[in-house]
């Protein structure tokens, strides 16, 4: 597996940029602030459907448009697929599109069409930093290697989120609804400690 072709539109700072990598191994030489380590991040991108250092898609679009586009010819054994990864600015927020072979895809169905290994200077603080950043690196490795893997972590990610938002909700004492098999049930905070002592006193209290 190896990229063939790499096209960059109005990606960071690269308005314009044609690659043809050769098939052995490719080095990369210039000053800082060239743009070598966002040529890697949209080739990362390419294999992870995001990119694994942005924290917002927004700034991965250039100032030349409102748009950002990444194409690449990548060879798999002996076929070969076109990818592209679009950027369309909308207010605040960046609109990702996802194609392969110019059909539209989901971003968890790009991860093993391109595999990349990545290794960036913060990965030093694999060995140092907590587990949040082993549990990422071994993700952006997983759901290049094990389908359905990149649908499955997303769908705990929202797990997650879901479970967070309701916690909070229940500890500001508001109600919840939720559904089961059987229909809706409306639910209500558990009472503290103190609330469940007095409760009991009272209903062991003759009238």
């Not at 603080?125 to 549990?135: D, F, I, M, N, T």
Request: one cysteine or more; proline letters at 6%; charged letters at 30%.
């Amino acid at each position: 597996m190896r990229l063939r072709r790499l096209r960059l539109r109005n990606h960071r700072n690269y308005a314009q940029l044609e690659l043809s990598p050769g098939p052995g191994v490719n080095v990369f030489i210039g000053p800082n602030g060239q743009g070598k380590t966002n040529l890697l991040e949209a080739v990362a991108m390419l294999a992870l459907s995001s990119s694994p250092r942005a924290r917002r898609e927004l700034e991965l679009v250039g100032p030349v448009g409102p748009a950002s586009r990444i194409e690449a010819e990548v060879e798999t054994g002996e076929s070969t697929r076109e990818l592209v990864i679009t950027l369309n600015v909308e207010g605040e927020r960046a609109h990702r599109t996802i194609e392969v072979d110019g059909a539209r895809r989901r971003a968890f169905d790009l991860p093993g069409n391109f595999r990349v290994t990545l290794f960036w200077p913060d990965d030093l603080g694999l060995v140092k930093g907590g587990p949040e950043g082993r549990r990422r690196f071994l993700n952006q490795m997983l759901v290049q290697v094990e389908p359905g893997y990149a649908r499955a972590l997303g769908g705990l990610r929202r797990v997650l989120e879901q479970r967070n938002s309701l916690l909070k909700r229940i500890a500001s004492g508001e109600g919840i609804t939720s559904w089961s098999g059987s229909g809706r049930k409306s639910l209500t905070r558990a009472p503290k400690p103190c609330e469940s002592s007095n409760l009991k006193r009272r209903a062991a209290t003759p009238e």
